[in-house]
């Protein structure tokens, strides 16, 4: 199998494929396709490069994954042209060494997309490993460290409790709960310095997780309170944690 230069080609050269082919070339031909394509000596990556780049840069190597299938499903379309192009010859010459000949590329080629499938699947479970490893660590971490609780928002009886995702248009927060936490502010700028200290301290492994949020819709009224908020709003997404545990207190 080669490639062209381009400089060798030229606007008048017609390059015709001829069906006559003698027995030497057409057993060479089969052979040399044979030994080349065999699974074992095919290697696409060795596998530690590729568990680094998953381990570290996972998004990556989705995109490697999805790289790979398109061109396991290029190589597929690929045997479907070379064996009609066999049924062909058949029909049309009655050339059973170069139909072979075809066909032997199409099994060869064929070996090549198991192969790929093969090791798409070793990524697709590494991946997950990989994933599923963070959320038992993020699980574990965020159990681990101390909640946070204000004495005296819980001494305070007449507190009004809004979810962050409701229109909180000339709402000045006293102090927030989040999950477990229940932490006091003195205004929206406090609330989302504080935010950010408990989302990185009890929750930086939740950016590594699959986790699905729940849908919300989210007030856009237009204000300077509904701003802060949808700040802490992007801030609650990136470490996925749902909007509906996190209260506003009032």
């Known amino acids: 199998m080669g490639f062209f230069k381009k400089e060798s080609i030229t606007e008048d050269e017609n390059i015709s494929i001829s069906n006559e082919i003698n027995n030497t070339t057409c057993d060479t031909y089969q052979t040399s396709h044979k030994n080349s394509f065999r699974r074992d000596d095919l290697s696409l990556f060795y596998t530690n490069d ?4 998953i381990n570290n840069f996972p998004s990556m190597s989705i995109e490697i994954r999805n790289s790979l299938n398109n ?7 690929t045997i479907n042209f070379i064996e009609d192009k066999s049924s062909e010859i058949i029909k049309d010459s009655r050339d ?31 991946y997950e490993k990989k994933i599923n490893k963070a959320d038992e660590n993020s ?5 681990e460290l101390e909640k946070i609780v204000d004495k005296e928002l819980v001494d305070e009886d007449n507190n ?6 409701k229109d909180l248009t000339l709402i000045e927060p006293k102090g927030f709960r989040l999950k477990e936490n229940l932490v006091k502010v003195d205004d929206w700028n406090d609330l989302l310095v504080k935010t950010a200290e408990i989302l990185n ?26 701003s802060f908020r949808d700040t802490a ?8 944690i749902g909007l509906d545990e996190f209260i506003i207190i009032s």
């Open 139 to 143: 699980e574990k971490n965020n159990v």
């Open 201 to 226: 301290r009890q929750y930086k492994n939740n950016k590594n997780s699959n986790k699905k949020l729940g849908y919300f819709i989210i007030d856009d009224k237009k204000s300077e309170q509904n």
């Open 96 to 126: 059973f060494k170069l139909s072979q000949a075809h066909r032997d590329t199409s099994i060869a080629i064929y070996d090549v997309v198991e192969n790929i499938r093969e090791y798409i699947d070793w990524m697709k479970d590494e």
């Open 160 to 165: 009004v409790e809004i979810e962050i995702f």
């Open 233 to 240: 709003i992007e801030m609650l997404n990136e470490y996925k």
């Open 50 to 53: 590729i568990e680094y780049v």
């Open 71 to 77: 061109l396991a499903e290029t190589l597929e379309d």
